[in-house]
């Protein structure tokens, strides 16, 4: 039995490592380079005795960076003026934020919780300070207090934290969190409500598909996009169906005009992107003949008549072969009327069945007549490059079109 043993470990001084006071002393410099590798260091130490001085890391860079002025600037100032100035600070600084990264570290692991506030006070700036984020969800559950206390607070100097804070409660999870999150949905500021809403869709429980559901039909595209985007990552099944009619409806095309000109009369939409527009054609008839429901879209305009759907002209993207990054293939055949067409140079391309050398996805697209076209695939994105000059036989007036079965 030893001595030690019989007079317990009084001399704590024997469990000390020496390079703790130093490592803490370097804390107060100046010198954010120095203060950063002090701060690593404690870090892999983990010792209590460093808690405040890591704390004060972070305040001094709260403090005596202007943060704090540029924030109260909020109120009065205009808020992108402040962001701006903000964000100038923000590039001067980043040995700064990487000595507060490496302050945030070792606080989490030391675990203490006096930590909790400071962190989240810094939290905006998690964009440069991915660590602060990070430790405060090491903290985990005890943080959700101070988090919650943030995301419903309306000073403007909170409010700037409310995506960051949402995004840590989310990574935090559980059913605290989730309860914070699930209020903040009905926030009246609408950048809450979507910050909650995407922090949901990463908390991946069940419990948020109501409520996220509901936020489906608010006011602000922001939100009732943050909240589509959610329920589809939580891939709840009954929540699917609601998603798709959701997505489909915001892709719908928007009428423009009826116009009537002496080639006949144009039903006017104005799309987002080839694809659906595609899909908005295919719901719709024409049985007269001179009559165009047309959709302009960046990528193309789409139109259908009598003879059905045709693609204005090809798109510029479309003439670069050497963009091409695989080999397409056609795989269904032409209208008769769009072929001809196409064959008398009153339109650059005909509308055919293609199929994506990548990833074999099909769909229809313009293709030039005799001539390689690059088309892009709406699944996979990629660059296919088709060539017509094969299928095409006869000439114009007795054309015809073959296709490997
Ligand atoms: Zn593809």
């Given at each position: 039995?030893?001595?030690?043993?019989?007079?317990?470990p009084?001399k704590?001084?024997?469990?000390?490592?020496?390079?703790v006071?130093?490592l803490?002393?370097?804390?107060?410099?100046?010198?954010w380079?120095e203060?950063?590798?002090?701060?690593r260091?404690?870090?892999?130490?983990?010792?209590?005795?460093?808690?405040q001085?890591?704390?004060?890391v972070?305040?001094?860079?709260?403090?005596?960076r202007?943060?704090?002025?540029?924030?109260?600037?909020?109120?009065?100032?205009?808020?992108?003026?402040?962001l701006?100035?903000?964000?100038?600070?923000?590039?001067?600084?980043?040995s700064?934020?990487?000595?507060c990264?490496?302050?945030?570290?070792?606080?989490?692991?030391?675990?203490?919780?006096?930590?909790?506030?400071?962190?989240?006070?810094?939290?905006?700036?998690?964009?440069r300070?991915?660590?602060?984020?990070?430790?405060?969800?090491?903290?985990?559950?005890?943080?959700?207090?101070?988090?919650?206390?943030?995301?419903?607070?309306?000073?403007?100097?909170?409010?700037?934290?409310?995506q960051?804070?949402?995004?840590?409660?989310?990574?935090?999870?559980?059913?605290q969190a989730?309860?914070?999150?699930?209020?903040?949905?009905?926030?009246?500021?609408?950048?809450?409500?979507?910050?909650?809403?995407?922090?949901?869709?990463?908390?991946?429980?069940?419990?948020?598909?109501?409520?996220?559901?509901?936020?489906?039909?608010?006011?602000?595209?922001?939100?009732?996009?943050?909240?589509a985007?959610?329920?589809?990552?939580?891939?709840?099944?009954?929540?699917?169906?609601?998603?798709?009619?959701?997505k489909?409806a915001?892709k719908?095309?928007?009428?423009?005009?009826?116009?009537?000109?002496?080639?006949?009369?144009y039903e006017?939409?104005?799309?987002?992107?080839?694809?659906?527009?595609r899909?908005?054609?295919k719901?719709?008839t024409?049985?007269?003949?001179?009559?165009?429901?047309?959709?302009e879209?960046?990528?193309?305009?789409?139109?259908?008549?009598?003879?059905?759907?045709?693609?204005?002209?090809?798109?510029?993207?479309?003439?670069?072969?050497?963009?091409a990054?695989?080999?397409?293939?056609?795989?269904?055949?032409?209208?008769?009327?769009?072929?001809?067409?196409?064959?008398?140079?009153?339109?650059?391309?005909?509308?055919?069945?293609?199929?994506?050398?990548?990833?074999?996805?099909?769909?229809?697209?313009?293709?030039?007549?005799k001539?390689?076209?690059?088309?892009?695939?709406?699944?996979?994105?990629s660059?296919?490059?088709?060539?017509s000059?094969?299928?095409?036989?006869?000439?114009?007036?007795?054309?015809?079109?073959?296709?490997?079965?």
């Amino acid at each position: 039995m030893s001595l030690r043993w019989l007079f317990g470990p009084t001399k704590k001084k024997e469990n000390e490592n020496p390079e703790v006071k130093k490592l803490i002393k370097t804390l107060k410099n100046k010198d954010w380079t120095e203060c950063e590798t002090a701060a690593r260091s404690l870090g892999k130490i983990g010792d209590a005795r460093a808690v405040q001085s890591l704390i004060d890391v972070i305040q001094n860079a709260i403090r005596d960076r202007g943060f704090v002025q540029a924030f109260a600037g909020l109120a009065t100032s205009p808020r992108q003026q402040a962001l701006y100035r903000l964000k100038q600070e923000m590039d001067r600084n980043k040995s700064m934020f990487a000595a507060c990264g490496a302050a945030a570290e070792a606080l989490a692991r030391i675990g203490d919780p006096r930590a909790i506030k400071p962190l989240v006070d810094f939290l905006t700036f998690d964009q440069r300070a991915p660590e602060v984020a990070t430790s405060l969800v090491a903290f985990g559950e005890p943080a959700v207090a101070q988090l919650s206390a943030t995301l419903k607070s309306a000073d403007p100097f909170d409010r700037m934290r409310h995506q960051s804070t949402a995004a840590v409660l989310g990574r935090i999870g559980g059913p605290q969190a989730m309860d914070v999150l699930i209020g903040a949905l009905k926030d009246s500021d609408l950048l809450v409500r979507e910050a909650a809403a995407k922090a949901l869709g990463q908390c991946g429980e069940a419990r948020a598909t109501e409520p996220l559901m509901a936020l489906l039909k608010d006011e602000s595209s922001k939100v009732h996009n943050a909240a589509a985007q959610s329920l589809e990552k939580l891939n709840i099944p009954s929540a699917q169906e609601p998603i798709v009619r959701k997505k489909r409806a915001m892709k719908t095309p928007k009428f423009v005009e009826k116009r009537r000109t002496p080639s006949g009369t144009y039903e006017v939409y104005r799309g987002s992107d080839a694809e659906s527009a595609r899909d908005f054609l295919k719901s719709k008839t024409v049985n007269e003949k001179q009559y165009y429901i047309k959709v302009e879209t960046s990528t193309g305009n789409w139109g259908k008549d009598i003879d059905g759907l045709y693609l204005e002209r090809l798109v510029p993207f479309q003439l670069e072969i050497n963009s091409a990054q695989c080999e397409g293939s056609i795989c269904g055949m032409p209208t008769p009327a769009g072929l001809q067409y196409a064959a008398n140079r009153i339109a650059d391309n005909f509308v055919v069945q293609v199929k994506c050398g990548k990833c074999g996805h099909k769909w229809e697209d313009g293709i030039g007549y005799k001539n390689m076209t690059v088309v892009r695939c709406p699944s996979c994105n990629s660059l296919n490059k088709v060539d017509s000059g094969p299928h095409i036989t006869g000439m114009p007036g007795l054309l015809g079109f073959k296709i490997e079965i």
